[in-house]
């Protein structure tokens, strides 16, 4: 059985302060709960956050070398690029391995890091009752092997500046008195990052010009009460690679009409070719707050979410 859901933070437009909050880096991968059970024995099982079985894509952090231990943890998994920073473009050509012997190569050329943020069972006893401050302070007295425990830092203004200059994603801040509550927004952590990043919902690709297959734009789309509504057409950061991905993925989606609730100009309908809209990839854009997208840039699927997800992400 998976565990349920992780607990999630809520989107802020600025960092709370005061004694009663730590900050902590926002990582650029994958959210991992990974169970560790004396019950099953063997490796660490590895779930993402949609309650799915990954572990045969990270077998560098299947295998934890923690031995006989019991414990369930919360983190991210991370892939680092050219530069040394952590980038979910790169981690992208290792999340959808559903093959061990691709796995393992990979393993080897893009090593991962799993960033364990949150203990939640340790040794048979549960840990999400406790406040957040002793949960990480027994974290912090783990041998976890390859498993890395990122800091935490009481001045969250000193960790924004110094995210923002080395390139990373954000902060997340959560407050030291909250308890783990699964499946749940909790208010007690707040999200911030540096760009503006969000999810959507694919509704539809148009080809390259002067090609007919060759996928070159995906147009996208925000769940609301009134249905989907069209957010704006994507065509940077889609590569030859990517292209390919998302060609076979678009595969066997297709639909005679448009599943956005609104009215797509024209221009951008012109050529398109509708899709079923279950596929979800995040997007980076220069500013928030229109109707249509400014300057997007794709950075990549979300096979850990669902359009039900987008539903809540602000």
Do not use: C
């Amino acid at each position: 059985m998976p565990p349920p859901r992780p607990m999630l933070a809520t989107k802020a437009s600025s960092l709370p302060t005061g004694p009663e909050w730590s900050h902590e880096v926002k990582w650029d991968g994958v959210r991992i709960l990974a169970d560790l059970s004396a019950t099953h024995g063997g490796p660490a099982r590895l779930w993402s956050r949609n309650a799915n079985e990954v572990g045969v894509a990270w077998p560098d952090v299947v295998d934890s070398q923690l031995g006989a231990r019991d414990l369930l943890v919360d983190g991210e998994v991370i892939v680092l690029n050219e530069a040394g920073v952590p980038d979910f473009r790169v981690l992208q050509e290792r999340l959808h391995v559903r093959r061990a012997r691709t796995a393992e190569r990979l393993a080897g050329s893009l090593p991962a890091t799993f960033m364990v943020f949150d203990l939640l069972r340790l040794d048979g006893t549960d840990l999400t009752g406790l406040p957040l401050h002793e949960r990480r302070a027994r974290l912090a007295d783990l041998d976890l092997g390859r498993w890395q425990v990122p800091a935490a830092y009481d001045d969250g203004a000193m960790l924004h500046a110094a995210t923002l200059e080395q390139g990373l994603e954000g902060v997340v801040s959560k407050r030291l008195a909250s308890r783990y509550t699964f499946e749940q927004r909790s208010p007690h952590w707040l999200k911030l990052a540096h760009r503006h990043r969000r999810s959507y919902v694919v509704g539809g690709w148009r080809p390259q010009e002067g090609s007919s297959d060759r996928l070159a734009a995906l147009l996208v789309g925000e769940p609301t009460p009134d249905g989907l509504a069209y957010r704006g057409r994507v065509g940077s950061g889609i590569g030859g690679r990517v292209s390919r991905r998302l060609t076979e993925l678009v595969a066997g989606l297709a639909r005679a009409t448009s599943p956005f609730g609104d009215e797509v100009p024209a221009v951008d309908a012109r050529g398109t070719h509708w899709l079923e809209p279950v596929l979800v990839v995040d997007v980076d854009t220069h500013g928030t707050g229109h109707a249509r997208l400014r300057q997007p840039s794709y950075r990549g699927l979300r096979e850990d979410l669902s359009p039900d997800d987008l539903r809540d992400q602000s």
